[in-house]
């Protein structure tokens, strides 16, 4: 019988358990750490403090490496050769758009409750008492939150973190642990206002519940599914609803 080609054995047969948690972590790492350490070390400030457009500029770069990090490591770590095959971007039948509507509307119940528990209490996401929003800069938001996040965050969360954790570590691990991270990568940004915005006790735990189990409903509709699109769909639209409740679309209108 002829040897099997390396490019052939499933990755968690090449690297061990320590290799695999080491790529993955330093993954989400540099995807979610290095625009803040470059702007600090360039600017000794915290890029929530930049005018709007260069925060806005930030944020995207957060989302492109979170989208494009996976895909360098997978292809010239991992040696891959089905990427999207491997992330969950296929599709698999009308059932995925089943799933996604399934999990949306969890979602929302569980905002809705949230909010009602803990008296509609919510961070405030806007600086006190700085340079209001242009059009231009609203435009630029409203972009970023249609088209980035949504793409750029099921690749990393989802299909790559999700994806190899299952594989290698089982469902549990593979559910929890990139919940975990995706909760984690938005915490900068809900720490900052929070605190600048003297958030109450209600405000955080209001947030903090939404965030993880949001991230718990992301992480079963993608098991469930079988497909990221299915956490795409979903996450679009959250992020459009967000827009709606949000009154960006004012932005647009003469």
């Not at 930030?58 to 895909?71: G, K, M, Q, T």
């Not at 593979?174 to 605190?195: K, N, Q, T």
């Amino acid at each position: 019988m002829a040897a099997t080609s390396s490019e052939q054995v499933p990755i968690e047969n090449k690297l061990s358990r320590t290799e695999m948690v080491c790529w993955l972590l330093g993954s989400w790492l540099v995807a979610n750490g290095l625009t803040h350490s470059l702007v600090w070390l360039t600017t000794g400030r915290i890029y929530y403090q930049l005018p709007p457009g260069l925060s806005l500029s930030a944020e995207a770069s957060i989302d492109l490496l979170n989208l494009l990090i996976p895909l360098f490591v997978m292809r010239w770590r991992f040696r891959e050769k089905s990427i999207l095959s491997v992330t969950g971007w296929r599709w698999t039948g009308v059932g995925i758009v089943g799933w996604a509507l399934a999990g949306f509307a969890v979602f929302m119940a569980i905002a809705i409750a949230s909010n009602y528990a803990f008296g509609n209490q919510t961070i405030e996401y806007a600086p006190s008492a700085s340079t209001p929003l242009t059009k231009s800069d609203l435009r630029l938001l409203a972009l970023i939150l249609l088209f980035l996040p949504a793409a750029s965050e099921e690749m990393m969360f989802r299909g790559f973190l999700q994806g190899y954790c299952t594989r290698v570590f089982g469902k549990s691990v593979g559910l929890l642990l990139p919940a975990v991270l995706f909760a984690m990568r938005h915490h900068p940004s809900d720490i900052y206002f929070g605190l600048l915005n003297h958030a109450s006790p209600a405000a955080w735990a209001n947030r903090f519940t939404q965030l993880y189990l949001g991230a718990l409903i992301f992480g079963l509709v993608r098991m469930k599914a079988g497909s990221t699109w299915a956490t795409w769909l979903m996450h679009s639209g959250i992020l459009v609803m967000i827009l709606i409740i949000g009154r960006l679309w004012k932005a647009f209108v003469p």
